[in-house]
Nanobody, 115 residues
Framework: QVQLAESGGGLAQPGGSLRLSCTIS????????LGWYRQAPGKQRELVAA???????NYPESVKGRFAISRDNSKNTVYLQMNSLKPEDTAVYYC?????????RGKGTLVTVSS
């Protein structure tokens, strides 16, 4: 089993920044991918960032150039730096761990972008 715990959510103003963190614990394999998803009320889950074991990253157009994912394997932590936030970025953000077809995710942290 793998456990994930997100932190860093909260209220930000449009144009502001937040940094989310996710700490991973449990039976962590040596090769795994990490990601951040979000889900707004009434909407489907959306991938906002992913990073492979080799550090390759992937972003959808909606956040490209504004969000940045990074990982510190020595701390079993993945980060999501979110800049130039928009009201449409408001959602619950989840981090995920995926290895050999098995995915785990955290409980999520709420990000609200509002003036």
């Amino acid at each position: 089993q793998v456990q994930l715990a997100e932190s860093g959510g909260g209220l930000a103003q449009p144009g502001g920044s937040l940094r989310l963190s996710c700490t991973i614990s449990g039976s962590i394999l040596s090769i795994y991918a990490l990601g951040w998803y979000r889900q707004a009320p009434g909407k489907q889950r959306e991938l906002v960032a992913a990073i492979t074991n080799d550090g390759l990253t992937n972003y959808p157009e909606s956040v490209k150039g504004r969000f940045a994912i990074s990982r510190d394997n020595s701390k079993n932590t993945v980060y999501l730096q979110m800049n130039s936030l928009k009201p449409e970025d408001t959602a619950v953000y989840y981090c995920t761990y995926e290895a050999y077809g098995t995915e785990y995710r955290g409980k999520g942290t709420l990000v609200t972008v509002s003036s």
